[in-house]
């Protein structure tokens, strides 16, 4: 007989934390771009993922292939007059 054992999985090491550990640093200076996230090349979906999240905490961002690495940039919109 399979012997099973029921548990909640580990939390992931990289969590959406991190993602509002960078909203926070991007609301402090609003308008600024900052370079967020640096992934390997190869690496394009993730670099996309990484944006959509940012993006649905609010923050504007973009992807930029340099050095044959994938940057995802960021920064939180500035307050409209």
């Known amino acids: 007989m399979t012997q099973?054992?029921?548990?909640?999985?580990?939390r992931a090491?990289?969590?959406?934390s991190d993602y509002d550990?960078?909203?926070?640093?991007l609301q402090r200076r609003p308008g600024a771009w900052a370079a967020c996230i640096t992934l390997p090349g190869t690496d394009r979906t993730r670099a996309v993922s990484a944006?959509?999240?940012l993006e649905k905490r609010g923050?504007?961002?973009?992807?930029?292939?340099?050095?044959?690495?994938?940057v995802v940039y960021a920064r939180w919109p500035e307050a409209t007059k």
Do not use: M, Q, W, Y
């Open 13 to 16: 090491k990289k969590g959406l």
């Open 4 to 10: 099973i054992e029921f548990r909640d999985p580990p």
């Open 21 to 25: 550990d960078i909203v926070a640093a």
């Open 59 to 70: 923050a504007e961002a973009t992807t930029r292939a340099e050095n044959g690495s994938v």
């Open 51 to 53: 944006k959509a999240s």
